[in-house]
């Protein structure tokens, strides 16, 4: 699927992999991405945030969605600029309904080993969307200054600029 | 004595043994399997165990590595001992109370306070 309407970003404007569905293998688009967002100078806390919620869109790609099929790919679509990331990552499994996914704050969730990956990607990212087949995912994170080191007054600093 | 490995350090303190993580990160689901295969080593070689988890050097934390924590924390109590986490920097923090494990684990600020938790 194309990018969801509200993250304002055109397919030409993507920079797409596709990568064997291996966890070896994503080291390189992760640390592709990860350069994109230092070189357009996301803060500390947005590029934790990333980091982390790219961290568990692919893991779960990679386990839940391929089931661990080194013979099925993924195709991880990104673009960065200083405003916004926008990253999709697609897997070839069967999908899931995330509102089929427990609450895993819930008081009798809180002691499963798993199912914290999808709220960790939603707390930490400013929109995260899954296709209706729900094997795709898209995150979008707003690059947030440091509070003790303001932007230079950019009111479109909240709004994504589009070229 | 310190023992080398190649995702944690462990020293004894007392009855305490204390681990230190060698990576920056624990984030990925196969050092996690590594991590949590020597940590479960520890804790199935001496039932009773005290241990203390120091994230002082832990700047990156998955869901993967929660879960982690929960098993072995899981398994402590089986064994009857008691596992404690210090030294976890704000944004780290930050996930456990996202996550509200923060309700779950034992967590000190610092190895001082945590050692002596274990003495009271």
């Known amino acids: ?163 | 004595m310190e023992q080398p490995s190649s995702h944690i350090k462990v020293r004894r303190d007392h009855s305490v043994s204390v681990v230190e993580f060698v990576d920056r990160k624990i984030l990925e689901e196969l050092s996690i399997k590594e991590i949590e295969d020597e940590l479960t080593g520890l804790v199935e070689g001496e039932p009773g165990i005290r241990l203390l988890l120091n994230f002082r050097n832990v700047d990156h934390l998955s869901s993967a590595a929660l879960g982690m924590l929960i098993t072995l924390n899981k398994k402590i109590k089986e064994h009857n001992g008691a596992m404690k986490l210090s030294d976890i920097n704000r944004q780290i923090f930050e996930v456990f109370k996202i996550t509200r494990l923060h309700r779950v684990f034992d967590i000190h600020d610092n190895v001082e306070q945590a050692l002596s938790g274990f003495n009271a």
């Open chain 1, 1 to 163: 699927m194309a990018a969801p309407a509200d993250f304002r970003i055109r397919e030409e404007q993507l920079t797409e992999l596709l990568v064997e569905s291996d966890l070896r293998r994503t080291r390189e688009p992760e640390s592709r991405i990860l350069n994109e967002l230092g070189r357009c100078r996301f803060s500390e806390e947005s590029t934790f945030a990333v980091k982390l919620a790219l961290e568990e869109a692919l893991t779960n790609a990679v386990k839940h969605g391929n089931k661990n099929d080194g013979s099925k790919r993924l195709r991880i679509r990104f673009y960065v600029d200083r405003h916004v990331a926008v990253i999709a990552v697609s897997d070839e499994g069967g999908g899931f309904r995330p509102e089929d996914v427990p609450d895993p704050t819930a008081d009798e969730n809180l002691e499963r080993p798993n199912g914290r990956g999808i709220m960790l990607m939603q707390a930490y990212m400013t929109k995260v969307r899954f296709n209706p087949a729900g094997n795709e995912v898209w995150m979008l994170k707003e690059n947030r200054a440091e509070p003790t080191n303001p932007p230079e007054g950019d009111p479109s600093s909240t709004t994504p600029a589009r070229p």
